[in-house]
């Protein structure tokens, strides 16, 4: 995996390091340096890149940038309540359970649950969505509301179905496994979902970087393997979607655009 990695003058000192830490993930850049980058520069430049400026690493191509931004999500976390929060209710967040979230993405949902109490385990595949998520958690680390929470978030770059049989050799249990594998854009009921622009960009970009077809997969094998490792999966789909492997839920939490499935395990594990 390649790509061009613009960065502002100032940034100088942080491209060395950005650019071992992508080669330990298998993904060269090509750093060329620009005296600014805003959205005329960002339109001028519309192919995928890397963006390395006073907001931190971000994704960006065709006029957008994209990044976790953590920071942003504040004003949320500190609204946010059990009420309002489905899935801190789903996965019972306030009781602090030991959750891996199997399918970061921009870590988003992580962030909330572990706002509630969660004691968060995060797995990327993604080499680039993985760097990202890691410069992210830095600079969450240096905002004063956020550490705490951040803490309780551990980064793990691995595909999911390979670290789940690990933690089932390694006969590791967590309390809940969240899983919110992708959907295919077109399936999605779009009218069903107000989203604000913002998240639209994001998942626009999101699924520029993990095309459909090719690398990108459903995640229906994720589901069998989290049961054995946990007595309580809750896996985010759309609201009209097909269930994940097709296996029907014993629970679902319904919310306007999305729902929550969840699975029980009464069983022993290991
Ligand atoms: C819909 S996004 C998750 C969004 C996330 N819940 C959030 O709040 O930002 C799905 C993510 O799961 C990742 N993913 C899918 N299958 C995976 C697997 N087997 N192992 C690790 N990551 C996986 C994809 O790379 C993608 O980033």
């Keep these: 995996m390649h790509f061009q990695c613009w960065y502002l003058p100032e940034c100088e000192a942080q491209v ?3 650019q071992s830490r992508l080669a330990e993930l298998n993904v060269t850049i090509q750093p060329v340096m620009t005296e600014k980058i805003n959205a005329k520069f960002l339109r001028l430049n519309p192919e995928m890149a890397l963006v390395l400026d006073q907001e931190g690493l971000s994704l ?29 209710r789903a996965c ?12 970061a993405g921009l870590g988003h949902d992580t962030l909330l649950m572990a706002r509630f109490g969660a004691n968060v385990t995060l797995v990327e595949r993604h080499p680039v969505l993985f760097a990202l998520l890691e410069d992210n958690h830095r600079r969450a680390m240096q905002d004063t509301y956020l550490a705490p929470i951040v803490a309780n ?28 594998p992708m959907f295919p854009q077109r399936d999605q009921n779009q009218n069903a979902i107000k989203k ?14 993990l ?3 090719g690398e990108m997969d459903l995640g229906d094998h ?13 896996v985010k789909r759309p609201r009209h979607a097909v269930y994940l492997n097709n296996a029907a839920p014993q629970h679902q939490w319904l919310g306007d655009a999305c729902r929550f499935d969840g699975y029980f395990n009464h069983q ?3």
Excluded at 60 to 88: C, D, F, H, V, Y
Excluded at 222 to 227: D, Q
Aim: charge should be neutral.
């Design 211 to 213: 095309p459909e077809h």
């Design 222 to 234: 994720l589901l069998e393997l989290a049961k054995a490792i946990t007595k309580k999966v809750i």
């Design 92 to 103: 019972q967040c306030n009781e602090k359970p030991k959750l891996l979230d199997a399918t």
């Design 16 to 18: 060395a390091a950005l």
């Design 196 to 209: 604000q622009a913002q998240v639209k960009k994001q998942m626009q970009l999101l699924h520029m970087l």
């Design 60 to 88: 960006s191509a065709q006029g957008m940038k994209m990044q976790p931004n953590w920071l942003a999500e504040i004003p949320r976390l500190k609204r946010a309540t059990l009420k309002t929060e489905m899935l801190a």
């Design 153 to 180: 978030i551990h980064l793990i770059h691995a595909d999911s179905a390979q670290y789940l049989q690990h933690l089932q050799q390694q006969q590791t249990d967590f309390d809940v496994v969240y899983l919110d």
């Design 268 to 270: 022993e594990l290991h």
